[in-house]
């Protein structure tokens, strides 16, 4: 069975500092990781995506992600949280077991403080 | 200029109406997919489609009808056995449907409320 946890709901962080948003996942076969961000009352965006080339995965707006086998892990990172960054972020696990299987994680609010 | 559109963006209803959601999109894509979201949760789906003339029930199916007659069009109808459909709805497409490292694209939602 396949699945993915956000092990935080909310993160708050100051303007300026770095970011972390945790997900581990679960899966029996070879996963797709991917990372949306989504601001209030929009739709999803993709920040980035694992598709099995490089364990480090550099997306938009400055976010990166590692994908660490050992440790089933994919944890969001920024350098430096602007403003702009605060909204709620999925982590989404996609396998392919003789049909399409998507497991969308709870979500995690990121709170950037002035 | 590509992407998904979704109609209307809010959307009021009566108890004991249907109401149907409409979701277009250009990027020529196979799969088209409709999720509910309800607050502090993730996406739940609802009905999804790998291609035109299909479709397959999601995890919440009960009380939501789909239609899938042309490839650009997955219209999303609610009907007045859903129990609780206040939320807000999103459709999304990908490209080739069995592929998994093909990400989604989503549509900016409808928050449909019912009176």
């Known amino acids: 069975a396949q699945s993915v946890t956000q092990l935080d709901s909310h993160v708050s962080v100051s303007e300026g500092t770095p970011v972390l948003l945790r997900c581990n996942y679960s899966?029996?076969?070879?996963?797709?990781l991917f990372w949306y961000v989504q601001h209030p009352n929009k739709g999803l965006q993709l920040l980035l995506k694992y598709t099995s080339a490089a364990t480090l995965v550099k997306g938009i707006n400055g976010f990166e992600a590692e994908f660490k086998k050992s440790e089933t892990s994919f944890h969001l990172t920024k350098p430096s949280a602007h403003m702009s960054d605060a909204a709620e972020y999925f982590c989404v696990v996609s396998v392919n077991t003789g049909g399409f299987k998507t497991i969308f994680g709870a979500g995690t609010r990121l709170f950037v403080k002035a | 200029d590509g992407g998904i559109t979704q109609s209307p963006k809010y959307l009021f209803r009566k108890e004991g109406q249907n109401v149907t959601l409409s979701c277009e999109q250009n990027?020529?894509?196979?799969?088209m997919y409709w999720y509910r979201q309800d607050p502090g949760q993730g996406l739940r789906l609802i009905y999804y489609?790998?291609?035109?003339?299909?479709?397959q029930k999601g995890d919440i199916a009960e009380g939501y009808s789909v239609s899938r007659e042309k490839k650009e069009s997955f219209p999303l109808t609610v009907t007045s056995a859903q129990k609780n459909p206040t939320a807000f709805y999103l459709c999304?497409?990908?490209?080739?449907?069995?592929?998994?490292?093909?990400?989604?694209?989503f549509g900016p939602g409808t928050r449909l409320t019912v009176l």
């Open positions: 899966s029996s076969y070879s996963p797709s």
């Open positions: 990027l020529n894509h196979d799969a």
């Open positions: 489609s790998q291609i035109v003339n299909d479709f």
């Open positions: 999304a497409s990908r490209g080739q449907a069995l592929i998994s490292y093909n990400e989604q694209f």
